[in-house]
């Protein structure tokens, strides 16, 4: 008899990846340790209102990847949502409307002109960004831009990243706001259309996959909280878990989803020396874009990259750019050699070629070329 997936985590998540599986004829086990289905977008009745814990939207609707999971297996169609059309924020001075869009940011009536002329200045290259030079942009705090700015552009970001990230701008990278305002482009296939459960309570959403999986005679089980992943030779064997009787039981299983952070999980779920100490510190690799002083041959992707004659990374991909006349390419390196202008030496065919890394991409840095 074939072992269960155990999924640990019935909120978003978890119950999505749950729902994929099941779908593919796997056999799916969901434990939550709270008593409903929801995690984080739990929400609860008062005075005959719906509130969610949190704010929770659907940013970028039918083109979000939840509603695109939805929407391949089949039930999209069971979550009535509400496109939102206007989203406020509230202030000193009343409600102030969100913008849509780019140029609607001119319109924005929580901050003065002249930070809102700022601010498009701010996010339009952002906007027209590649989603490769975000990734170098992980580790650079939101905060670095948002420091210089008045008190009321400074606050209408925090409702953004509050909007779009449940979170505060302290909390969030550079990368992470960019990638979001890209999404959002429509001249980048993005949208900025955000959706909501009709019926209101955004864990409605769960309530769906949660269906779904039971329908497909998939197992959720609330009220159990794991205490332990067992890992025996390297291989998963089972998960403690405690149930709502205070007892514990031993349910075997070869495959476990963790849906909350890693580092949490890393840290909670495993005895000692299971994880390797690196993987529990964090992988620190970047992507970084370099040209190369190649002379016969270009990157292909998976050449090695030296730094003080050791390996220090890989390269992803190259090409010689015949407008830039400089041979480019992308590769992962150590996390601590990611400035702009640090050497390496990368193996083309058994030569090792000198490169750097560059900040701006090598045609039309400033956008100039864009058309709209």
Request: charged residues 25%; glycine residues 8%.
């Amino acid at each position: 008899m074939a072992m269960p997936t155990v999924i640990i985590g019935a909120g978003v998540g978890g119950l999505t990846t749950g729902a994929i599986l099941v779908n593919n004829g796997h056999k799916v086990m969901v434990l939550e340790k709270s008593g409903k289905l929801g995690g984080r977008t739990t929400s609860m009745e008062y005075k005959n209102h719906i509130l969610d814990n949190g704010f929770h939207i659907m940013p970028f609707y039918k083109k979000s990847a939840i509603f695109t999971i939805l929407k391949n297996l089949g039930i999209e169609s069971r979550l009535k949502l509400a496109k939102v059309d206007d989203i406020a924020f509230y202030a000193d001075t009343g409600f102030h409307i969100y913008p849509k869009g780019m140029m609607d940011l001119l319109k924005l009536s929580l901050i003065p002109f002249k930070s809102r002329v700022r601010l498009l200045k701010l996010l339009l290259p952002l906007a027209f960004s590649s989603i490769e030079k975000t990734e170098l942009w992980d580790e650079v705090p939101l905060t670095k831009i948002t420091n210089n700015l008045d008190s009321d552009t400074n606050a209408f970001f925090e409702a953004v990243c509050m909007l779009a990230f449940a979170d505060t701008a302290d909390h969030i990278s550079l990368g992470e706001f960019a990638r979001t305002i890209i999404r959002a482009n429509p001249f980048k296939g993005g949208t900025s259309e955000f959706a909501y459960p009709d019926g209101g309570g955004y864990d409605s959403i769960c309530r769906v996959l949660g269906d779904f999986i039971l329908e497909k005679n998939g197992d959720i089980q609330t009220k159990q909280s794991v205490k332990k992943v067992i890992v025996e030779n390297s291989k998963v064997t089972g998960v403690v878990v405690i149930d709502s009787s205070n007892s514990e039981k031993l349910i075997p299983t070869n495959s476990v989803v963790i849906s909350y952070p890693a580092y949490t999980a890393l840290n909670q779920l495993f005895d000692e020396n299971v994880i390797d100490k690196k993987l529990k510190e964090g992988i620190k690799i970047k992507l970084v874009y370099l040209e190369v002083d190649a002379n016969k041959a270009d990157v292909l992707g998976n050449e090695p990259v030296y730094h003080n004659n050791e390996i220090v990374g890989l390269t992803t991909s190259g090409a010689y750019g015949f407008r830039v006349n400089k041979s480019l390419a992308f590769a992962y390196v150590n996390s601590n050699l990611v400035k702009v202008g640090t050497e390496f030496l990368i193996d083309i065919q058994g030569q090792k070629i000198k490169s750097k890394i560059i900040e701006e991409p090598a045609f039309d840095p400033k956008n100039l070329r864009l058309k709209s």
